[in-house]
């Protein structure tokens, strides 16, 4: 490979990094990548990623307000992580 080519594709990384993370920052952190095996992998919620199938994602999402109902409630019993 010519150094010129080696330049302007080290250079295309560089800028598709840098959008990349300002992507990741405009969102609090949070980031979505499709895992090696399929699932939906979600990045910056913890230290390790939530990853389930499209299919277990629909169904929680389909909960969401029974969810929400449900952290309602049990306000006093959850804790909060510290940022």
């Known amino acids: 490979m010519a150094d010129d ?3 302007s594709e080290l250079e295309r990384l560089r800028a598709e990094n840098a959008a ?3 992507s990741s920052a405009r969102r609090g952190g949070v980031s979505f990548k499709v ?3 399929g699932g939906v992998s979600v990045y910056g ?3 390790f990623p939530v990853t389930l199938y499209k ?3 629909a169904k929680l999402l389909d909960l969401a307000d029974d ?3 449900f952290i309602k409630a049990h306000e ?3 804790k909060s ?3």
Do not use: C, P, T
Request: glycine residues 4%.
């Open 67 to 69: 969810l929400r109902a």
């Open 76 to 78: 006093a019993e959850l």
């Open 35 to 37: 895992s090696e095996k």
């Open 45 to 47: 919620l913890g230290r």
């Open 55 to 57: 299919e277990q994602w």
């Open 5 to 7: 080519d080696v330049e």
């Open 81 to 83: 992580k510290s940022q």
């Open 20 to 22: 990349l993370k300002a």
